[in-house]
């Protein structure tokens, strides 16, 4: 077979063998196949990497959520009327102080339902997703209590509200008067005396329900004052105005009257009455730590409460 030339390409096996004729270039050699990398499994057999599974990366465990009793409590939301003297919003921010003081950690905040910033829906539209008591730094129930309230707290669905009582009657408002009055001089000696006598000056409102309170706080005001007479009276909105409460106390022989004045914070009220009064008037309740206490009660009650018709109960009961 002289002539021939034999070329075997890598992908030729024996047997299958083509000669090339002479003078012609050699075929080129068919291209290289590389198998693919495998693995070898635990019975011998391979498997194509490209088919395994990758490795699984192992997550980190959850952070395990926290029991209701670790949960944050729900936020301490105070409502303030509003006041255009200055000192009424520095006093009313002391009180909220004293109450972060008694209880650490919780959420104390504050809004106004008008004439101060912020006003109780900004307040509320930060809360979105949250807890919060509505507490009233009001001194009784009247329209505030029992419209403008819910009304907001229905305007910010977004925000699980409670509404506590407002503060008063209850025997933390007596001690914070009776405070005030001995600031101002009243002297434990005329207790049970036939001259002396007390003005318990309020805002005043058209509510029977609020003038109602009004008169058990006087009650209970004159049980603490060893029976002196208390009478309450007005700003507005209501009668007696405390300068016709004086005229009427010392014709009666009352003449050593003093006037306390039930008002949270300074303000255009507190001012009016304090003038009517014979003598020094008792500055308002402000920042009296039994203030500070009664906001805590008020809060702690109305998480208490387990349904709706408890809220009202304590509303009327208040």
Do not use: C
């Not at 105070?78 to 909220?96: E, F, I, K, N």
């Not at 699980?160 to 002297?187: K, N, S």
């Not at 409460?245 to 003449?255: F, I, N, T």
């Amino acid at each position: 077979m002289r002539g021939w030339k034999t070329s075997v390409t890598l992908a030729q096996r024996p047997g299958n063998l083509r000669p090339a004729r002479s003078g012609s270039s050699p075929p080129s050699p068919a291209p290289t196949r590389v198998p693919a990398p495998s693995l070898v499994s635990r019975n011998g057999t391979r498997r194509p990497m490209h088919r395994t599974r990758p490795l699984a990366v192992p997550r980190p465990p959850a952070a395990p959520r926290p029991s209701p009793a670790e949960a944050a409590p729900p936020t301490l939301l105070v409502v303030a009327h509003g006041s255009r003297d200055p000192q009424a919003l520095r006093t009313v921010l002391a009180l909220l102080d004293r109450v972060r003081d008694l209880r650490p950690g919780l959420d104390v905040r504050l809004g106004h339902i008008e004439l101060n910033q912020p006003l109780l829906p900004d307040t509320l539209d930060g809360l979105r997703g949250a807890d919060a008591v509505l507490v009233p730094l009001l001194l009784g129930r009247g329209h505030h209590v029992k419209h403008d309230l819910p009304a907001a707290a229905a305007a910010a669905p977004s925000v699980r509200t409670r509404i506590a009582a407002p503060l008063g009657p209850h025997p933390l408002l007596v001690e914070a008067l009776y405070g005030r009055l001995v600031e101002a001089g009243w002297d434990p000696a005329d207790e049970g005396g036939r001259r002396a006598a007390l003005v318990l000056a309020a805002a005043g409102s058209r509510d029977p329900d609020s003038a109602q309170d009004t008169r058990r706080t006087a009650r209970m005001l004159a049980e603490r004052l060893g029976g002196v007479p208390v009478v309450p009276a007005y700003a507005s909105a209501a009668t007696p105005t405390v300068p016709a409460a004086v005229r009427a106390l010392a014709a009666r022989g009352r003449h050593r009257t003093f006037v306390a004045s039930y008002f949270t914070a300074p303000g255009r009220f507190a001012s009016a009455a304090a003038s009517a009064a014979p003598r020094t008037a008792a500055v308002p309740l402000g920042a009296h730590p039994a203030m500070a206490r009664l906001l805590l009660h008020r809060y702690d009650q109305a998480l208490s409460a387990t349904a709706p018709s408890e809220m009202v109960s304590l509303l009327a009961s208040a």
